[in-house]
């Protein structure tokens, strides 16, 4: 019976992988480690997303970090719902036909960030490719309702590609959030399988032309490895995303959501991981994060000091 529920409720969530066999997930290397959610400042962060009919993808995208993160009170809200328009092979979120856009959502994800008393604050959100905009405007009014309740806080936004959709990437960045940030995720060649709807050139372009509208503003953008890419495809991403100026990179592991997600190839080692890293410092970028557990939003806040400090060592030494 238990079964039986747990499959109903996956079909309502993912119908699109209903039908798909499953991919069983190789058994998780030591190196791999998921801390439970028992800290009383995790409920707090839970009590006031909810309170504040806030959604978030460490809820909705299943971040194994969730527990580490909550208890320290930093939350990505992801704004725009919580029924993405497309169907990623990688994603957990919930896909469908989504509800019209919450007009407080903005306000609410101020007052957040002032209840949590963040330092920097990670807004993403759903794919919304029903909207004319593709939900720009919701995003530039939640980086400004986050300047108005909590000026202190810096704002970083995790945006779709918005399908080239006229005027939305400079209404966003128009608000001037501190980082822009939007995924590749994969290496090209895996995009029909992992990211279909998607078009990576068309997402290095956005990053660059954010870039272009504001040349103060840190660009980041990561991937998930164990996907069977292989190292040479890796590096080749880096030198498209340097050419593109993108200042921040992420590289984590890949975890299957469901045995009806895309299959893990492999689990990539924390040496393969430091090695990315250094290879990825030696092509020029400010800043990167990679390690097993990296996700897009973790250590956000001090990978943002550190990309700041980043930025004026290299002013410096160019002065």
Excluded at 62 to 80: F, K
Excluded at 130 to 151: E, M, N, R, T, W
Aim: aromatic share 6%; with cysteine; net charge neutral.
């Amino acid at each position: 019976m238990t079964t039986e529920n747990t499959d109903t409720k996956e079909r309502l969530r993912h119908p699109e992988k209903a039908g798909k066999p499953d991919n069983p997930s190789p058994r998780k290397p030591a190196w791999i480690r998921v801390k439970a959610p028992t800290s009383p400042a995790y409920g707090e962060t839970r009590r006031l997303m909810r309170e504040k009919n806030l959604h978030t993808v460490c809820e909705e995208a299943a971040c194994p970090n969730i527990g580490e993160c909550w208890s320290q009170r930093h939350a990505t809200v992801m704004i725009l719902g919580d029924i993405c328009t497309r169907a990623c092979a990688f994603c957990n979120v919930a896909t469908g036909k989504p509800g019209a856009v919450d007009p407080l959502e903005p306000e609410n994800t101020g007052i957040a960030a002032r209840e949590l008393n963040l330092k920097h604050m990670v807004i993403t959100s759903v794919d919304r490719d029903d909207l004319a905009d593709g939900g720009a405007a919701q995003f530039a009014a939640s980086i400004l309702k986050v300047h108005d309740y909590s000026p202190a806080t810096t704002v970083e936004v995790l945006t779709p590609d918005f399908r080239g959709k006229e005027g939305a990437l400079e209404t966003v960045i128009a608000a001037r959030p501190d980082v822009f940030n939007h995924n590749l995720e994969t290496v090209p060649t895996l995009y029909r399988a992992i990211r279909p709807g998607a078009n990576y050139l068309g997402s290095l372009a956005l990053l660059k032309r954010a870039k272009a509208l504001d040349p103060l503003v840190f660009t980041k953008s990561g991937i998930m490895v164990g996907l069977g890419e292989t190292a040479e495809q890796v590096l080749a991403v880096m030198d498209d995303m340097r050419a593109h100026d993108i200042d921040f990179l992420t590289i984590g592991q890949y975890l299957q959501p469901t045995p009806k997600h895309a299959g893990v190839d492999r689990f990539v080692t924390p040496q393969e991981f430091d090695d990315y890293k250094r290879a990825a410092l030696e092509k020029g970028f400010l800043h990167v994060a990679a390690t097993p557990m990296t996700r897009s939003s973790y250590h956000a806040d001090k990978d943002f000091a550190a990309l700041k400090a980043a930025r004026e060592a290299k002013l410096k030494g160019q002065g």
